[in-house]
């Protein structure tokens, strides 16, 4: 049956209407006028409802305010009194109680960051006065090192490491003697197993500066870990023999150590150095047995955050243990009916993430992300959301509280902000509907397009994220590693870490041969995934550090994009972007050691290098950090023998220089050095009494000032940056007692 009339003829309701064909009779008429622009009203009320959705997430900045605090500590070139630390906590204290007594939201925020801000600040301090330790003095010349092996550190540019807790240390005073000293072997020196009493000759100096100003400082790391000396064998370890017995907390860490090198050479020995080498570095945190070709190709990759254990390691060990409890509880009707489930697998991932950390020998790394992994599964205990930012602002806030130290560590930064915007990726994600009665094999196709869909999305913010760190920090961008990551990520989230901690798990029991294989087939293909992503063109860049106002700037930006709610985080996006758009300033003509044993120079983008064999850790580190390729011809530009090098008519930087300590040069040597250069560089304390450089600098100055960068502003005229100036007065940058204000 119908009405006989057309639908345009009906009003909205469905209801026969008057027959018009004509303009609609309830219809706006169209209007072509211009809208009102927003008044200064209208935006003000915008800014207040942004503003207000954000009621919620304050409290995800308190986390930021406390790391401010900490880094602004950090950020002083003058140590402040003790007093300061405990006026701040008082203070901070102070101002949470206050935060009770006000009304107004937007009050109780501000007093709470500003506590957090004062706290971050004061709980630095007291961390430093709790780990302060004696350092060992310079040019102390050769010293008898009488101890106990605590760890196999992983080797340096040198070669093997022990970190040994010093009984004594030549005839200093025990009040001088560091708590923990790093030793590199010979080579081919026996490594003797942690908990050994060992003796040893070796030169001891205090934690190296910085390799050039401004560059990151080493020797704050070593402060906190409280190694407060490093030296070089200069004879193979020997046994200590000594009836006394080490601190009952030493010899608790030293057996640990102990179980992790045993684990650490039968993995070796069970699937050889090529391919154990990297599984005991993700098990144990040995790298002992790294190749360095293969630590070369995963750092060119991409790839070097594989090997150490951090955020990466711990989630998928937990997950691996939360997935298997909870489907051996599914599995079996009669407990699944009776018990949660859930939370009785949220222990077992504890469980896993606790025995992780203390296999891995607990490095601050794996330390930060067993707290991370701990909140997570901490809050599933509790009923509330694993994977939120509210979680990672509590874990955020338990590392800063523990380790204020690591706001200035990389692994941190770099961990945090991935990890950020991963969790504000999830939140944004929208995940697809699932359909009903679809057959497996459209299912599966789904699932397999979702899950590369979401891979790609995650490993392309994580590298976002991430980026503007490892360029400040590295001066290195991985143009395949978004590729490669890619390709690695399912072999080591579902193969490689799940078959090397079911071996681990399995090999008190005898069992674990089996697991270890699988994971082997997995690591040689992670290595073939990095050898060809090393060997393609460009596979790797050199980007120069910005100014040091430029990762503080980006690493806000970031937390802007991921902690605000609304159109306004776009706000954060040019901030972020900081490292790459900043201009950098023009790099230094040369480079000079902190002991004056080095010296670079620059010849347009290549560094020169007066000694490849010397120092050629902290000269390439040096030409990275201005854009530099290391590796310039020396013979083109300066005449060298096996003491000085002097500058030729070809030179663009006339510089010369003589590294010798004790033998005197060539007779007319020194002169000659003179007479062909602006600056002389002379090692040792014996500055010539005439000199016709117009700067000379020796052994005194870089006692002072440590590394030194050369600006050329005219012929003869020469401004000179020093390391030490930039790092300050601080408790690690003394070298020697400890307590000297």
Known sequence: ???????????????????????????????????RAPSVGDAVRWLADQAAAQSDRWTLWTPVALGGGAALYFTLLREPQALVAYSGLALAALLLLASTRVGLRVGVAALVLLACLVGGFSLAKVRTERVWAPVAPAAAGPQRIEGWVVDVANPGEGGQRLLIAPARVGDWAARQTPIRVRVTLRPGAPIPAPGSPVSVLAIVNPPPPPASPGAYDFARDAFFESVGGVGFALTPPATWQTASMPPWRLAWRMRINQIRWELTRRIVDQLGPSVGGLAAAMITGHEAFVPRDQEENLRVA????IVSISGLHMAIVGGFAFAGARLLIAAWPWLALRVPGKKLAAAAGLLAVGGYLVISGGPPPAERAAITAAAAFGAILVDRQAISLHALALAAMGILIVQPEAVTEPGFQMSFAATCALVALAEAWKPPPREISVPWPIRLIQGAGVWTL????????????????AMQHFNRVATWGLLANLAVAPISSFVMMPGLALGAALTPLGLGEGPFAVAGYAIQ?????????????????????????????AFLGILWLCLWKGPLRWLGAPFALAVLLAPRSPAPDAWISNDGAAVAVRAERTAVLMRPDVKLFGAEFWARRRGLAPGGDRADAYDCDAWSCAATPGSRVPIAAAWNVRRPLKPGRLAALCASAEVVVIRNDQRPATCGAALVLSGADFRRGGAAELYRLAPGRWRVVWAQDLRGHRPWTWGHDPRRR
């Not at 979401?454 to 760190?469: D, E, W, Y």
């Not at 995934?529 to 910005?546: D, E, F, H, T, W």
């Open 1 to 35: 049956m119908t009405t006989g009339r057309s639908d345009i003829e009906l009003d909205g309701s469905g209801d026969v209407g008057a027959a018009t064909i004509g303009p609609l009779v309830d219809g706006a008429r169209l209007s072509t006028r211009i809208r």
């Open 302 to 305: 991409g790839l070097a955050h």
């Open 454 to 469: 979401a891979s790609l999305a995650a490993s392309f913010v994580a590298g976002l994220a991430t980026g503007p760190f």
């Open 525 to 553: 293909l992670m290595n073939r995934i990095a050898a060809l992503a090393a060997a393609a063109p460009n596979a790797q860049l050199v980007v120069p550090s910005g100014p040091a106002w430029v990762l503080p700037t």
